[in-house]
């Protein structure tokens, strides 16, 4: 069960939009990135190249004799700028022909929404003829897929996520049939918070092979994606049993979270602002908010979640020292001997935002954003935060000389860290 | 004074994080957009190859046999997978040479901080002998200059900010020279808010002909982006004199601002958050916010700018009409005959906030973010808006159905326009 990634593949996106610079290609790496998952394919080139009849012929015709597989994206729209149905007909010495599915779909989508068709939308539903077709489920335009030069060269529209959605649904299963004992795929994304990425890999080093020590090297793998303040640990594994890539990724879930402890803090899609929430939830429980220098950033990802006005009740944005004692009445004598960027002075907004509210949970911050205002004592990336529960206050400082736009999110993340610790004991 | 793009270029990125899809490439757009605001070059491919040196051969040497520019990123750190000085020097038929000048240059660096120089670390400041060398004022590996196949080729790392600054300050400007007649090309940026881009396009309309009737077509153009819920409108003026071309954006400008009138508040890179804190600094105001539906984000958008404690007195996010009452003492009354997501309500936040604080403006919020909670009669995307100053009111009403993060961002711009509005008044 060793798969090798020995089959060349290559990446094609075409439009004038990407060569004058005006869009930022980011089909290419999508596609790149499932080719590589799939874990049978290295892809060897990616060409962008204008809307011209001939170039988009010599671009598709050096990725076919190059490449086994070859995925294109653009110029399947309905103007006369887009050529690439054209293009593709020619090379495989065919006629380009309507789709009959398609062509329905689209009219009964503009029925529906009492748009006019125009003569120009047929163009967009052409394919070569013979051509095996793809559904667009996002869209008008459909995918297929035609033989050239030994090549199976596949074509999906421009616009990412109808080219996503096609691509995850239809292509790579199709490219997985071609490409004989091609394995199922399977992917895992653990949401690692407060351990930088260095940490991570370090303490994650040599994880495939401790928890399946025979399995072959290239049947897992292991990437690390930064989506500041998150570290995000993914994981492929690659097995033609899809139970069995299953319980490894299980047995490898296991391992993680054993090495990494608390700061896995979720799976999947979900940031801290929505695992909090759940948390919340769970156990029918409010909070109320005392930010200083986040100026509003934790009440603003709290209320990015659908449904947090279940558990979101005040928030005060306390930037001037006199509104700290007016507002929720921090004591001057805190302020005067140990400052606003303090642990005496979060503790009691904490507590304090949490009476005011009658909210489950109190949670305070407090911090030099920066790029003034530090000093030798309390530099710039200082941040005091607190979470006052019912019983207890809980305080924490951070140190991170980072930029106003980092200190800010990275301490409003902290704050919702340890809130979600708080949320998540056992009561 | 016609400027024809006759000339030939294209862009080449290395690197195994480009083909894997581990990072999207946005240094082509970048490059591409330079070159095409240029006015002199048409960019006819973008490719990006593997760490393979026969690839980057065959990568440089196709570019440099089609096009008369080449502009090459990636490949120059201090590894052994950094092949791209090896791979030029072989092609141009020379040997690498230490570039002594960035040689001491990280050697200082290095000191200052305390680094220990590594051997690998000279392979950084390696260029072909004879290349013409760019310092590199954001980092180590400097760039160069060879010719090839009768195209001039430009090295650039890959780390997005080196590359873009030595791009702007030393290459454009050397191709400048390189290209004859290449003129002088100056962009401008006025920001735009609460008119959609099609509405701007269609007001902007015929601009450059009615400004200067007699200026041939390519000597400027006209360019829209989206950074929601902003439009920027950008012009490129071409000429050989750049204090004619900078007279041409003046006379641009006024037209743009008599074509879109308020719409416009501002050029360049400051947003809505930092144009309304100079507004509010230049006359000594500051301002309290009464947050519902955005949560924390007007804050958190005020915040981001440095500074901002000298006009941001305090933040109130009041999801619950509980809060509303007990806070700011919005009336049991207004609430039950005219709802939270109402004009009175949100007069009354406005009012309450500002005498809170002691502000010179108070701010207030109110409405259905979604996806759920909309009725018949206020659907999700209604917001209602208020600022109050010492003397009057103003309220507005949105009706935007978008994404509860797109209602947000739009309700908490327009809170910032209407402020912006107030504080830009005459007193």
Same mark, same amino acid.
């Given at each position: 069960m060793a798969f090798v990634a020995a089959v060349l593949a290559e990446i094609v996106t075409i439009g004038d939009e990407l060569t004058r610079g005006e =869009? @930022?290609?980011t089909n290419s790496a999508f596609l790149a990135g499932r080719l590589t998952e799939l874990g049978v394919c290295s892809v060897g080139w990616l060409t962008s190249c204008r809307d011209v009849r001939a170039d988009i012929a010599d671009a598709l015709v050096r990725a076919a004799t190059r490449a086994k597989i070859v995925l294109v994206s653009g110029g399947? &729209? %309905? =103007?006369?700028?887009?050529l690439t149905v054209d293009v593709a007909a020619e090379l495989a010495g065919v006629e380009p022909v309507v789709d009959e599915p398609s062509r329905e779909r689209m009219e009964r989508r503009f029925a529906r929404a009492h748009f006019k068709l125009t003569p120009?939308?047929?163009?967009?539903v052409r394919v070569p003829s013979g051509a095996r077709v793809f559904d667009n489920r996002n869209g008008l335009a459909p995918g297929f897929e035609i033989a050239l030069r030994g090549a199976s060269v596949f074509f999906m529209p421009g616009i990412p996520r109808e080219m996503s959605r096609l691509c995850d649904e239809q292509i790579i299963p199709r490219i997985g049939e071609l490409l004989a004992g091609a394995p199922r795929v399977l992917r895992r994304i653990w949401r690692v918070f407060g351990v930088g990425e260095s940490h991570v890999d370090d303490r994650l080093s040599g994880l495939l092979a401790a928890v399946d020590? =025979?399995? %072959?090297?290239?049947s897992a793998s292991l990437h690390f994606n930064v989506q500041f303040p998150d570290v995000l640990v993914k994981v492929i594994a690659r097995d033609e049993d899809e139970a069995r890539a299953r319980a490894r990724l299980d047995r490898l879930g296991t391992e993680i979270r054993a090495r990494l402890g608390e700061a896995v803090? *979720?799976? *999947?899609? +979900?940031?801290l602002p929505a695992v909090v929430g759940a948390a919340l939830r769970a156990r029918g429980a409010t909070v109320a908010l005392a930010e200083s220098c986040t100026g509003g950033l934790i009440g603003h990802l709290l209320t990015?979640?659908?449904?947090s006005s279940e558990y979101f009740r005040l928030g005060m944005v306390l930037y001037a020292n006199q509104e700290k004692v007016a507002r929720l009445g921090v004591s001057e004598a805190t302020l005067a001997q140990h *400052?606003? @960027?303090?642990r005496e002075c979060v503790e009691e907004m904490a507590r304090a935002v949490r009476d005011l509210a009658g909210a489950t949970y109190g949670v305070a911050v407090s911090g030099i954003a920066g790029p003034?205002? &530090? =000093?030798? +004592?309390? %530099? @710039?990336?200082t941040v005091h935060l607190a979470v006052a529960s019912m019983s207890e206050v809980h305080a924490k400082v951070l140190a991170y000389p980072g930029t106003r736009s980092q200190v800010k999110q990275l301490a409003a993340h902290w704050a919702l860290k340890l809130l979600l610790t708080e949320a998540s004991k056992q009561s």
């Open positions: =869009t @930022v290609d399947l &729209g %309905p =103007t006369e700028d887009d120009n939308n047929i163009r967009q020590p =025979t399995a %072959p090297a290239d803090y *979720g799976e *999947g899609d +979900d940031g990015e979640v659908p449904g *400052g606003a @960027v303090s003034s205002g &530090g =000093t030798p +004592d309390k %530099p @710039v990336g």
